[in-house]
């Protein structure tokens, strides 16, 4: 039987980072080739197979495709969302093209299964905010949206047309203690645990009350290599499927890293970011997630605000 040989590009990220080293603990460091514009992280680096890869050229894509047998590709390359509406042009064109490289990877070439991740910035001002179903309005007014919402349409568009085997899941906010903020709107998330450890207060860039669905690296981590590993057959949404983990805001992070550092002061002082968050869900429905490959998160507020704070607490010490 003929191992998987996995590629992952955009490894450099913040959820490549954690993704290259649970694929290789399962498929073996050299199976898992780790690929990205430039250098990810020394663990990344030094525990298998590593490529410098521009997705953007197709030619070097083919190349290392070919010279390491790949059979499965996780595209994570992307521009986040406040990142990306500074650079609309640089925005659209790598969020896309990379998509349909890769894609057409498996249409012409020996790749057999694609993951790429969509987002709730798939969602506008229009969806309703509440439990956000699988199928609902979606009217994006950021490019990083319109870019996800497209891309999901061309992954139905190449499974239904060319049989493609290409899986994904519209991530919530991302919270992560290994990879710093990355330039996307619920990143304060993330920067709200490093200046409470560094300095003890925190300026919040979204109004107290902006309530965002959220999950931790660890479940998002586990969520895609559970769809990605799903027989064929239980994968019936082909565009992206809802995941959720916990919703909150940042009155309420704030409150619970105080359990753990009394001290902690949060103000806040809006900017261009709150006008993005406010045109997105504020808790997800994933009943189809769950229907259909079997997903529930593990993490709560809590649970991911001890882990984060001991974690990153190693860290600055």
């Given amino acids: 039987m003929i191992k998987d040989r996995i590629l992952v590009i955009g490894a450099s990220g913040q959820i490549g ?23 990810a992280t020394d663990e990344v680096m030094k525990s298998g197979p590593y490529e410098v890869l521009d997705v953007m050229n197709m030619y070097r894509l083919q190349e290392v495709v070919k010279k390491h047998n790949i059979t499965q590709i996780y595209l994570l390359a992307a ?20 998509l349909s490289h890769v894609l ?9 299964k694609v993951y790429w991740p969509s987002s709730i910035a798939v969602f506008g001002s229009t969806t309703p905010q509440i439990n956000t179903s699988q199928h609902t309005i979606m009217e994006p007014n950021t490019v990083y949206g319109i870019t996800k919402q497209a891309g999901e349409r061309w992954c139905e568009y190449y499974h239904q047309k060319f049989g493609v085997d290409v899986r994904s899941l ?3 906010g991302l919270i992560s203690w290994k990879t710093k903020p990355g330039g996307g709107t619920t990143d304060y998330a993330i920067h709200v645990f490093h200046e409470a450890l560094k300095d003890g ?47 909150f805001n940042p009155k309420e992070v704030s409150e619970a890293i105080k359990t753990y550092i009394p001290e902690f002061k949060i103000t806040y002082k809006t900017d261009e970011r709150q006008e993005i968050a406010n045109t997105w869900p504020k808790s997800i429905d994933d009943s189809e997630a769950h229907e259909d490959w079997g997903w529930k998160h ?13 974690n990153l607490k190693n860290q600055y010490n």
């Fill in 79 to 98: 521009l986040l969302s406040a990142t990306a509406e500074k650079n609309i042009e640089l925005g659209w064109a790598l969020n896309m093209r990379s």
């Fill in 17 to 39: 980072t954690e993704l290259v080293i649970n694929l290789r603990s399962m498929y073996g460091n050299a199976n898992v080739i780790a690929s990205d514009v430039k250098n």
């Fill in 201 to 247: 207060k925190y300026e919040s860039f979204l109004a107290e009350d902006t309530t965002l669905p959220m999950m931790y690296m660890p479940d998002a981590v586990r969520a895609t290599i559970e769809l990605m590993e799903a027989p064929s057959e239980n994968v019936k949404i082909r565009s992206s499927y809802n995941v959720a983990g916990i919703s």
């Fill in 170 to 172: 519209r991530y919530p």
């Fill in 298 to 310: 593990q993490y709560d507020l809590d649970a991911l605000t001890k882990d984060m704070l001991l």
């Fill in 104 to 112: 057409d990877q498996a249409r012409f070439g020996n790749v057999k």
